[in-house]
């Protein structure tokens, strides 16, 4: 059935998952739906949660074969919270598991074997990076991997369309009681956003900890109400490996040009004034755009009210230069970031839901003004990708995209019209994972396309000196350069969906075909 | 133009790709390994086999590690290794033979 981003989802995967075909943005604009929640063992004792071990904690929760656990990835690529979990069950001889994380990389490598050995047969996650993406997009995964952003994920869960058996939530500070704490432990994380969900709803939940604290631990992001069971392990998570997602300032001169002309986009349009919003990434170009949009700020003595999504140095600087009046932050990719959460006032923790979940009386995305994306593909239909290759490989996550890009007034895709030989701009996206109805321009190295659904926007721009064209015309100069690929050719089996945030079937990833030279 | 010994050029560096050629026997032997290959497999090959033409090489095993160089470095690299494996450095055909 051919869905509103024109991909044909297989009748078999709807009746698989009994899933209907994304059918635009806001389609479920007004349904009242109900959430569903979870059972809680009434507890009275008033004792210690705290256990031996991960061992003891899965023995307790009643682990069996077929249960879905859930995990977080604030650890990012120093995680070892899923790792050591997965492994215990794999040597108590659990089989046929259900992962459900909020993302996964390379830090999760080491589970690779399980998915072939039947311990983990379906992962839901943000996307997935490193050998798990490439073993899924290969076939080695029996199930589904079900690709959901975090807004998405967050509504699986609070509708009870993904039910967490037990979720295991690693927590750099616990007490007894199972007070969490992002912030003075070993393996500090800034925030537990993306772990808010699971406590809530899961059916158990499980703290990981490698700094146990005296009770009562303040301040928490996860109150010990929501706490089953806290284990200590030696280490939750490799430091050096936490804050490390963040670009360096970038002397790439084709990202500085477009950053340049990003910022002087935004500067032009009609969402930059006293007291808008902002969400921006941690890719070179992005940070650098926000730079640039800093001196224009102080030109024009123009201040921030919020900004919002993942933190990095640039926005925490902002802040404490006064240009800034609030941050609400999901997750923070350098260390500058985990001090400014902790230490400033007005840089505050929310939740993954109240920060993007389209299951709520609305989240912050919709507060966006603007909103600054990367892409991995853009097409001609203002469709971006930014979970699959151009190879066909899964190799990104969904993350916040779709969410900010549906709820943000204006949503700026950045990216270079090719990246290696690979043209950034092309006909027809591997994947659709944002779709173009939510992206209204498209800032590249060769010129700047404004989506024509968004006319407003180009009258605004007809002034300024930028290169505005279209994007016919910046996909036109990417093949002339890279010449015009063909199809990447993939197997008939589907082993991963891209779920669109209202939980409907946006695109389907397929089994990738061994490349051969044909005669 | 024969090939008379082996004889490489390029890097595995990205946007780049490394050419071998060798003497063949009696053929054009072609094996490649891309980054792109998915997208750009059959580019490369057409390229390879026009560059060769153009040079007069029908005989040669030539093998191309791609990590995803445009066209012209493909050329570039394989008119680089073809001389190289000639023994010729001077005289070189600049906008004959080498386009």
């Known amino acids: 059935m051919i869905n509103a981003v024109g991909r044909d989802i297989p009748e078999e995967i709807l009746k698989q998952t009994g899933k209907e075909v994304f059918q635009g943005s806001h389609h479920f604009d007004g349904a009242e739906v109900r959430t569903e929640s979870h059972h809680i063992k009434i507890r009275n004792d008033g004792g210690s949660k705290v256990l031996p071990s991960i061992h003891d904690a899965l023995v307790k929760c009643g682990i069996h074969d077929g249960m879905t656990l859930s995990f977080h990835h604030h650890f990012r690529n120093g995680d070892r919270v899923l790792n050591m979990v997965i492994e215990e069950c794999h040597n108590m001889g659990i089989r046929n598991l259900t992962i459900a994380a909020s993302s996964m990389g390379p830090q999760n490598d080491p589970i690779v074997p399980y998915l072939d050995d039947g311990t983990i047969t379906n992962i839901r996650s943000s996307g997935v990076r490193g050998k798990i993406g490439k073993a899924i997009s290969e076939g080695h995964l029996q199930g589904l991997a079900i690709m959901a952003s975090h807004g998405g994920r967050v509504r699986a869960i609070k509708s009870g369309e993904v039910k967490i058996d037990i979720a295991f939530i690693g927590a750099p500070t616990a007490d007894d009681y199972g007070n969490l704490g992002a912030n003075g432990g070993r393996a500090d994380c800034g925030v537990l956003s993306y772990a808010a969900p699971d406590a809530l709803h899961a059916e158990k939940v499980v703290a990981i900890t490698d700094t146990l604290v005296p009770f009562p631990n303040f301040p928490q992001q996860i109150k010990g109400i929501y706490v089953d069971y806290v284990v200590a392990v030696d280490s939750i998570g490799d430091p050096t490996k936490i804050a490390s997602g963040a670009a360096k300032p970038t002397t790439d001169q084709r990202k500085l040009l477009m950053a340049k002309y990003c910022s002087d986009f935004v500067a032009a349009s009609p969402y930059f004034k006293e007291g808008f919003t902002y969400q921006t990434g941690v890719g070179g170009a992005s940070i650098a755009s926000t730079k640039f949009l800093a001196d224009e700020m102080r030109n024009r003595n123009i201040h921030m009210a919020l900004g919002i999504g993942g933190m990095a140095k640039p926005m925490c600087d902002l802040l404490n230069e006064g240009l800034i009046r609030e941050l609400v932050d999901t997750q923070d990719f350098d260390l500058e970031a985990v001090r400014s959460v902790a230490e400033n006032p007005h840089h505050h923790f929310i939740m993954a839901g109240e920060y993007a979940s389209p299951l709520t009386k609305e989240s912050y995305v919709n507060r966006l003004d603007i909103v600054i994306l990367g892409a991995l593909e853009v097409d001609t239909h203002f469709n971006v990708n930014v979970v699959v290759g151009s190879d066909g490989y899964i190799t990104g996550a969904q993350g916040g995209h779709p969410d900010t890009a549906c709820g943000a007034k204006c949503t700026i895709i950045i990216a270079p019209i090719m990246q290696g030989r690979i043209p950034t701009i092309c006909d027809d996206c591997t994947t659709v994972t944002t779709p173009g109805e939510d992206v209204d321009v498209v800032v590249t190295d060769y010129g700047i396309a404004i989506n024509p659904k968004r006319q407003d926007l180009i009258e605004a721009m007809k002034d300024t000196d930028l290169p505005i064209t279209t994007i016919e015309h910046l996909r036109d100069i990417a093949y002339s350069i890279t010449g015009k690929p063909e199809k990447v050719q993939f197997e008939d089996r589907v082993v991963g969906i891209i779920e669109a945030r209202d939980g409907t079937i946006m695109d389907v990833v397929r089994q990738v075909k061994p490349f051969s030279l044909e005669d | ?99």
């Open chain 2, 1 to 99: 133009m024969e090939i008379k010994k082996p004889a490489i050029a390029g890097t595995v560096e990205s946007s780049d790709c490394l050419v071998s050629v060798e003497p063949g026997d009696g053929k054009i032997d072609f094996s490649l390994e891309s980054s792109v290959a998915n997208q750009f497999g059959h580019q490369i090959r057409k390229v390879t086999f026009e560059t060769l033409e153009r040079l007069g090489v029908d005989n040669v095993k030539i093998s191309i590690v791609d990590k995803g160089a445009l066209d012209c470095t493909i050329k570039a690299r394989i008119e680089g290794a073809v001389y190289r494996s000639a023994d010729q450095y001077k005289d070189l055909p600049w906008g004959g033979a080498i386009q």
